[in-house]
């Protein structure tokens, strides 16, 4: 009982409430840096994360400023064992789970990186704005933006990817 009450004044003292295991991170925005360029992460739209269960078993979440980061960091190192990626629906900006999400990359979205990468949830939303944007009309699933990212040109720390 008294580490009920205990944990229970605790959520209320940090303003916390439960959270699914499995479900998406809080993140801290103004606060929180990216674990790719060490940038605060500010703008909700463009920000993902990633689950990972490190050697000893024990889960932490990954935050990052841009999609192409995650993307960039998990290519960079993959000893890691992802266990979820989440990104940002780019209008409703709730969290999605990435595998599922639809994607654009123009250079008509300004992402913290450079990346040009939005997710979205629905793939007649992503068609709708890329049409509204002059941003083509190529919608990608992660699968496919990955492979185009391991093939495609990147920068120096290789997040930037430009089909345009």
């Known amino acids: 009982m008294r580490r009920v009450l205990a944990w229970l004044a605790l959520a209320v003292a940090t303003g916390c409430?439960?959270?699914?295991?499995?479900?998406?991170?809080?993140?801290r925005y103004g606060s929180d840096?990216?674990?790719?360029?060490?940038?605060?992460?500010?703008?909700?739209?463009?920000?993902?994360?990633?689950?990972?269960?490190?050697a000893d078993g024990?889960?932490?979440?990954l935050l990052f400023d841009d999609i192409g980061d995650m993307i960039a960091y998990e290519r960079a190192h993959p000893e890691l064992r992802v266990t979820r990626r989440y990104v940002h629906d780019y209008q409703s900006?709730?969290?999605?789970?990435?595998?599922q999400a639809q994607y654009l990359v123009s250079q008509q979205f300004h992402t913290p990186m450079g990346s040009g990468i939005v997710a979205f949830g629905e793939q007649s939303a992503a068609r709708a704005v890329a049409a509204e944007k002059g941003a083509g009309d190529q919608v990608l699933s992660f699968a496919a933006?990955?492979?185009?990212?391991?093939?495609g040109p990147t920068t120096d720390r290789g997040s930037h990817v430009n089909p345009d």
């Open 17 to 27: 409430s439960p959270q699914p295991a499995d479900g998406p991170p809080r993140v």
């Open 33 to 54: 840096e990216c674990v790719h360029c060490g940038m605060i992460l500010t703008e909700e739209r463009y920000a993902a994360a990633m689950r990972v269960t490190d």
């Open 58 to 61: 024990a889960v932490r979440d």
């Open 93 to 99: 900006l709730q969290w999605l789970d990435a595998s």
């Open 145 to 151: 933006l990955t492979a185009a990212l391991a093939s």
